[in-house]
């Protein structure tokens, strides 16, 4: 079945750094990928997404690239704000009348002034 | 639109008791999730909707748990009886489906149950 794993948290980055995020898959086809946030107190919301090999999704200075060849989708920020804070969830979903979507166990990021 | 609304936000229950959570989907979405969320386990998906149907619900834990969906605009989810391990935060999702582009789920905030 579908599987995803993240990079263990949590992470603490000073202001300013840069931020990875791991995250690799296991899925049969051609799955969308997808980084969700989660805010304290909140339910997640989709943060970035790309549907095919090579797309590169990015959305608030976050990026993310497609990367079929090693089935990967790692997050990337330049320089992180005290207000990224937050729990990062790497997820998957297939096309078509299957719409389960896979998400990964999430990374809490902490980012300290 | 609001988005995908549950209620309570908040539920502190006695063991035994029965529970029942409620969200309200965004119109037109034809599917509808139901997610625990606890730090041991992450975040499960628990059983989802396509059309008001149940299509799967392998993630439902026991007989105690169950889901139904009236309605394209309400469903519930029920506990009976509770037991304190069923303490977690349970989230709402609803998406539009019909493909790649449509396949974002949209959460609603969560109700997070307490059972003491």
């Known amino acids: 079945g579908d599987s995803v794993t993240q990079m263990e948290g949590p992470v603490t980055l000073s202001e300013e750094a840069f931020l990875t995020i791991n995250c690799t898959y296991t899925?049969?086809?051609?799955?969308?990928l997808f980084w969700y946030v989660q805010y304290p107190g909140e339910g997640l919301q989709l943060l970035l997404k790309?549907?095919?090999?090579?797309d590169k999704g990015s959305n608030k200075g976050f990026e993310a690239t497609y990367r079929k060849e090693t089935t990967s989708f790692h997050l990337e920020k330049g320089s992180v704000q005290v207000s990224d804070s937050a729990v990062y969830f790497c997820a998957l979903s297939h096309s078509g009348g299957y719409q389960k979507v896979t998400f990964g166990i999430g990374t809490k990021l902490q980012v300290i002034p | 639109d609001a988005g995908v609304i549950q209620s309570p936000r908040h539920e502190v229950t006695e063991m035994g008791q029965e529970v029942t959570l409620r969200c309200k989907p965004i119109?037109?979405?034809?599917?509808l999730f139901w997610y625990r969320q606890t730090m041991m386990r992450g975040l499960e998906l628990l059983i989802y909707?396509?059309?008001?149907?149940?299509?799967?619900d392998s993630g439902m834990p026991e007989d105690r748990f169950s889901a139904k969906m009236p309605n394209a605009s309400f469903s519930t989810l029920k506990i009976q009886p509770s037991e304190p391990r069923d303490s977690a935060v349970y989230f709402c999702?609803?998406?539009?489906?019909?493909?790649?582009?449509?396949?974002?789920?949209?959460f609603g905030q969560g109700t997070r149950l307490t059972v003491v």
């Open positions: 790309a549907t095919k090999a090579d």
């Open positions: 899925a049969t086809g051609y799955p969308s």
């Open positions: 909707f396509n059309n008001n149907v149940p299509i799967d």
């Open positions: 119109s037109g979405h034809d599917y």
């Open positions: 999702a609803s998406s539009p489906g019909g493909g790649p582009a449509n396949t974002e789920a949209f």
